[in-house]
């Protein structure tokens, strides 16, 4: 097992009415005055989840001010124009409503009024590191991505057609509410592109070096949590339950608990869904469910212990390609797509995705163009 720190300061409240019940106690305790309130294109007000906010923070000695409009897939152009609204304002609280496009953007928000940088980009190239943040509370309302409980955030850059993710300690959110009940309203596809992200977290992590079995043993029930619980949700959608082990085991698959002793996982699937979800703004699990099963394909070679291990624990013969075929089965099972060609994509894209691939520095390094090419040819389906 490999040397670890592990100290995340993330303190997680979780479960029905935390909102209501420790939001303004959590304010109150850290003195905020000046609250800055971030959110996505309105979903919460649909659910009334907003409402809820404002009703708790009404009649209090705070000033609020509100940045609406993240997007999926957020860009830093938003984030910039956020932090030149408000960097004379003394903000001393960020407080995020939203998925994992909204907590990111926020992250690197609080980073960049606490630092006074102008351009949130100069953090993902590493022209600049994230020195310090503002203290940030999240209210997760879609289980995914696990940053509510983790040092990262991805961010889009339209001018440079670059997604990028970012690691800093700074960042970790100081506090996250996880209440169950607030992704009642996720639609059942955006559900399941959730859970496709959990299972590549939890499969990305194992998919590291070095004996660490209980770290694997973590990302294995994972993803069989998550396989379990998918096509539940699917039927009850309103399952209280069935939605609080889905946010759990989404904070879980990416706070490092699967990789504590293993060397750092494989991200190559999420580069390679970075780049349809820059290039064709699609969901970011949907970009998972076409990239993961061509990834795993081009490299059952290079991680034979790995594929054993899967087959073994899933009860299947035939070793690498039954592995294959039964993540691909459970995709198509829950509906999200598994081919370039479910997202009306074809052949003529093959030279924009091969040059966007060919721009990203992880993949350029480990893949030759003609690797790539074999790549875009998997994801097509041929
Ligand atoms: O914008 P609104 O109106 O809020 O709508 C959102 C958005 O359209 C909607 N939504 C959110 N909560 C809802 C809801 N709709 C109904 N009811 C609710 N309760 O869902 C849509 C997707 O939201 P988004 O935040 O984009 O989803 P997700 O949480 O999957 O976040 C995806 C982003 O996170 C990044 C991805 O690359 C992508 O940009 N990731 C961040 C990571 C991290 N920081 O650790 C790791 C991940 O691998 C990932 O890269
Ligand atoms: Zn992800």
Redesign the pocket.
């Known amino acids: 097992m490999k040397n670890f720190i592990l100290h995340n300061p993330t303190k997680i409240i979780f479960g029905k009415d935390v909102v209501s019940d420790f939001l303004w106690k959590e304010i109150a305790a850290l003195s905020a005055r000046n609250i800055l309130l971030v959110?996505?294109?309105?979903?919460?007000k649909?659910?009334g989840?907003y409402q809820q906010i404002m009703e708790i923070l009404e009649d209090k000695s705070i000033n609020l001010y509100e940045y609406s409009g993240?997007?999926?897939?957020?860009i830093v152009e938003d984030v910039n124009h956020v932090v030149a609204e408000h960097k004379e304002k003394s903000i001393d609280l960020v407080l995020a409503v939203?998925?994992?496009?909204?907590?990111?953007s926020a992250?690197i928000i609080a980073a960049a009024l606490a630092t006074n940088e102008n351009d949130a980009w100069n953090f993902f190239t590493g022209k600049q590191k994230i020195g310090a943040s503002l203290p940030l509370f999240a209210v997760l309302?879609?289980?995914?991505?696990?940053?509510e409980m983790?040092p990262?955030?991805?961010?889009?850059n339209e001018k440079a057609m670059q997604?990028l993710?970012v690691r800093s300690s700074k960042i970790y959110p100081t506090l996250s509410f996880l209440d169950p009940s607030?992704?009642?309203?996720?639609?059942i596809p955006?559900t399941m592109?959730?859970i496709v992200?959990i299972i590549?977290?939890a499969l990305e992590n194992f998919f590291a070096m070095g004996n660490a079995q209980l770290s694997d043993a973590f990302a294995l029930s994972i993803i069989k949590e998550s396989m379990e619980i998918a096509p539940l949700l699917q039927k009850s959608p309103q399952d209280y339950d069935l939605r609080a082990r889905v946010m759990y085991a989404a904070t879980n698959a990416?706070n490092n608990l699967c990789s504590y002793g293993k060397e750092r996982g494989n991200w190559e699937a999420?580069s390679i869904?970075?780049v349809l979800?820059l290039l064709y703004d699609i969901?970011?699990?949907a970009s998972?469910s076409i990239a993961f099963p061509a990834w795993m394909k081009m490299n059952t070679q290079a991680y034979p212990e790995h594929f054993q291990f899967l087959a073994e624990n899933f009860c299947l013969e035939n070793g690498n390609e039954a592995v294959v075929e039964y993540f691909e089965a459970f995709f198509k099972k829950i509906g999200v797509p598994l081919r370039l060609s479910d997202i009306n994509l074809g052949k003529e894209e093959k030279q924009k995705i091969l040059s966007t691939l060919s721009k990203d520095s992880r993949l350029a390094k480990n893949y030759s163009k003609v690797e790539l090419e074999r790549l875009f040819d998997l994801m097509l389906g041929e």
Not at 39 to 44: A, H, L, R, T, V
Not at 141 to 147: H, I, L, P, R, S
């Open positions: 959110y996505g294109k309105g979903s919460i649909k659910n989840i993240i997007k999926a897939n957020p939203g998925g994992g496009s909204v907590i990111d992250k309302t879609v289980a995914a991505t696990g940053t983790n990262l955030a991805v961010l889009q997604k993710g607030y992704t009642f309203s996720v639609p955006q592109y959730g992200d590549a977290h990416l999420h869904g970075h979800s969901a970011h699990g998972l």
